[in-house]
């Protein structure tokens, strides 16, 4: 009988497997409007999951991503040389934009076992090459980390810069994201204050107002930076029309602990 791991392994391989249109080619806009067009040229290459309803909704490509890509690329002094941490990290995509743009060190972390791997695959063929360590430690590449975090098991992350998104989704799991991002901001370690840069599509209202409302009530700011069309986005993806569609219903947050709480 397989075992759970060789199973998920066989899975990814079949949908690494399909058909060239499942691998999204992400290509930038290199100046007065001109695009290039060439898939080699393309900034970022995504294995996605095309079926929701098959295996971890990780692995399939959310268009706030996209967007929290474009304010990486559109803000670099924000990111590089200082230590980022990601919840969520899905297919990958924000973890390569880090990559791209120079931070100091990156750690990807997900509660489900199949999108790392699906993500441990997005890093290689975008030319972040994976090492092996024994069980007991996470993957490490080019200052790349991989962990599977679970965030109702509590505890706190180290990082400078904390990134996320569509982490929204599961109403039933904003209590253990709040207290896992209030710990980590309030973290020391940092010689500028810590921040979180949550994008967030805007699917249910009420669910992300009851999540704001636990941030405030966790001595957390949470200052709204604009939605995906935002004019400090001066670096936007190309053909991707799920994504022109959506920017304006994709909301960018900055998260911060309030100076008395700090530790």
């Known amino acids: 009988m397989l075992t ?21 080619h992400l290509l930038r806009d290199i100046g007065r409007g001109r695009v290039d067009e060439t898939a080699q040229h393309a900034l970022i290459d995504c294995i996605k999951n095309p079926n929701l309803f098959e295996g971890s909704t990780g692995c399939h490509e959310w268009e706030a991503g996209f967007v929290l890509s474009e304010f990486i690329f559109s803000h670099t002094k924000l990111f590089k040389g200082r230590r980022c941490c990601e919840l969520g990290c899905g297919p990958g995509v924000v973890g ?3 990559q791209r743009v120079g931070a100091g060190s990156i750690l990807l972390t997900d509660g489900d076992s199949q999108t790392l791997l699906n993500c441990r695959h997005n890093l290689g063929i975008n030319n ?3 090492k092996d360590h024994d069980a007991a430690s996470p993957s490490e590449a080019k200052g790349v980390k991989m962990a599977e975090i679970k965030w109702e098991n509590g505890g706190s992350l180290d990082a400078d810069v904390f990134l996320g998104a569509d982490l929204l989704y ?5 209590a253990a994201l709040v207290q896992l991002i209030g710990s980590s901001l309030r973290r020391g370690g940092s010689v500028e204050p810590k921040q979180m840069i949550l994008a967030t599509t805007m699917r249910d209202v009420a669910s992300v107002a009851s999540f704001l409302r636990l941030i405030t009530d966790a001595g957390l700011s949470a200052e709204l930076l604009g939605d995906g069309d935002l004019q400090s986005l001066t670096v936007r993806f190309q053909r991707h029309l799920d994504l022109d569609k959506m920017r304006r219903s994709i909301l960018l947050h900055r998260i911060t602990a309030n100076a008395q709480t700090v530790m």
């Open 170 to 174: 599961d109403p039933g799991s904003h």
């Open 96 to 98: 390569i934009s880090l």
């Open 4 to 24: 759970e791991q060789t199973q998920q392994r066989l899975q990814l391989e079949i949908w690494q497997l399909q058909k060239p249109s499942e691998v999204l």
């Open 128 to 130: 972040v090459l994976v």
